[in-house]
């Protein structure tokens, strides 16, 4: 058991020094790259900012809010790449994004902290993941921000 919460601590620290990473590496890109495609058939590292940030608004956040609430039926499901992009704005300043991104995040983590002890176990269904435990949603909160940061520190798009 001392081993899980080892690992709750180490991810929460992770977690917790995602939008430090995540400001550093957008302040970084000049201007001129954030719509530039990093190759054929990538996205452009605007698309990746405001992807990351969809993510968090549309599923993570309100998943996690659920989920401490008490509610087992979970967020609608994130939509497929190319309705994605139906609905993205290459207008939106990627601070305006950063900023957007990083507030939801503070938000997730600072509800997380307000429990204690931290309720990992809790459970609810998601439309698309099925049944999942809150301890999996701040993993792959984690996990996301971690794709999305090593995209934008290489210049390189997802496809």
Request: hydrophobic share 40%; glycine share 6%.
């Amino acid at each position: 058991m001392k081993e899980l919460y080892a690992y709750r601590e180490r991810m929460m620290s992770h977690w917790e020094a995602t939008p430090a990473a995540l400001r550093e590496a957008v302040s970084r890109i000049p201007a001129a790259d954030w719509h530039r495609p990093g190759g054929a058939g990538e996205s452009t590292l605007h698309q990746v900012l405001a992807h990351l940030r969809d993510i968090e608004r549309d599923v993570i956040f309100p998943s996690i809010t659920r989920l401490l609430a008490g509610e087992t039926d979970l967020s609608l499901p994130f939509p497929a790449w190319e309705t994605w992009l139906a609905t993205y704005n290459p207008d939106e300043s990627p601070q305006d994004i950063l900023e957007t991104c990083l507030s939801l995040h503070a938000g997730e983590i600072a509800r997380v902290r307000s429990h204690v002890p931290i309720p990992w176990s809790v459970e609810g269904r998601h439309p698309q993941y099925g049944k999942r435990t809150l301890q999996w949603w701040v993993e792959q909160s984690l996990a996301q921000a971690r794709a999305h940061y090593k995209l934008l520190c290489t210049g390189r798009g997802a496809r």
